[in-house]
T-cell receptor, first 110, second 117 residues
Framework: QKEVEQDPGPLSVPEGAIVSLNCTYS??????FMWYRQYSRKGPELLMY????GNKEDGRFTAQVDKSSKYISLFIRDSQPSDSATYLC??????????FGKGTRLHILP | DGGITQSPKYLFRKEGQNVTLSCEQN?????MYWYRQDPGQGLRLIYY???????QKGDIAEGYSVSREKKESFPLTVTSAQKNPTAFYLC????????????????FGDGTRLSIL
C-alpha cells in the first residue's frame, strides 16, 4: 500500500459548486498536513497547513483532517474558473521528509 | 519580495553533458530541497540540505549532485550519468523545525523544465 493515495482525476465541476478533494494515508505517525495548488508550468503554492486532527478555514478553503480514519480533505466553496489547477496533498512526521500525493487535476467549468 | 528563484526556466541538455540548475532564496530559510516531478509520478526528492556545507541524498540521488556553500543558494547538477533527465525540477525551502517548534511547510520555486536535445 502506498503511503499517500490521491485520485488523479480529472475532476470537473460547474462554477459555484463546492469541491471536495481527498487523500488517504497509511502512516499513523503523520502529524502535519498540507495542501498545495499547482498551476500548469508553475511550482506548487502552499494553500493550507494543519497540525493533527480537526478543521482549518481560510477564505473559501477548508482543510479537514481525520487521523482516526487516516483521511484528509480540502473543500473549496464557491468554486471559480481560476481554481482550475492540480491540487497536491502532502504530509510528514516532525522534521521528517514530506510525502506528497500525486495530485488531483481540477477543472472548474464556467 | 521574498521568494525562491529558479533559473533557467527551460534548459536543454546534450548527450554526455552536465548541466546545472540554479536555486536562490531570500527567505532566510535554513533548509533547501530539490525535487523531480514527472507526469503521473508526483514529486520525488533528489537531495536536501538542512544547513550550509551539509546535504543528504533523497530517494533518487543517482546521477545528480549538489552543493550548499551559501545559505541562500542550492544548485543542482544533472550529470551525464542521469540517463533519463527529462523532467520538471522544483526547488523548495523551509524554516528548519526545532525541538520546541512544529515542523514547517516547504515553499517552492517555479521550476526548471529540462529536456534532452
Amino acid at each position: 500500500q502506498k503511503e499517500v493515495e490521491q485520485d488523479p482525476g480529472p475532476l470537473s465541476v460547474p462554477e459555484g459548486a463546492i469541491v471536495s478533494l481527498n487523500c488517504t494515508y497509511s502512516n499513523s505517525a503523520f502529524q502535519y498536513f498540507m495542501w498545495y495548488r499547482q498551476y500548469s508550468r508553475k511550482g506548487p503554492e502552499l494553500l493550507m497547513y494543519t497540525y493533527s486532527s480537526g478543521n482549518k478555514e481560510d477564505g473559501r478553503f477548508t482543510a479537514q483532517v481525520d487521523k482516526s480514519s487516516k483521511y484528509i480533505s480540502l473543500f473549496i466553496r464557491d468554486s471559480q474558473p481560476s481554481d482550475s489547477a492540480t491540487y497536491l496533498c502532502a504530509m510528514n512526521e516532525r522534521d521528517d521528509k514530506i510525502i506528497f500525493g500525486k495530485g488531483t487535476r481540477l477543472h472548474i467549468l464556467p | 519580495d521574498g521568494g525562491i528563484t529558479q533559473s533557467p526556466k527551460y534548459l536543454f541538455r546534450k548527450e554526455g553533458q552536465n548541466v546545472t540548475l540554479s536555486c536562490e532564496q531570500n527567505l532566510n530559510h535554513d533548509a533547501m530541497y530539490w525535487y523531480r516531478q514527472d507526469p503521473g509520478q508526483g514529486l520525488r526528492l533528489i537531495y536536501y540540505s538542512h544547513i550550509v556545507n551539509d546535504f543528504q541524498k533523497g530517494d533518487i540521488a543517482e546521477g545528480y549532485s549538489v552543493s550548499r556553500e551559501k545559505k541562500e543558494s542550492f544548485p543542482l547538477t544533472v550529470t551525464s550519468a542521469q540517463k533519463n533527465p527529462t523532467a520538471f525540477y522544483l526547488c523548495a525551502s523551509s524554516i528548519r523545525g526545532l525541538v520546541s517548534n512544529p515542523s514547517q511547510p516547504q515553499h517552492f520555486g517555479d521550476g526548471t523544465r529540462l529536456s534532452i536535445l
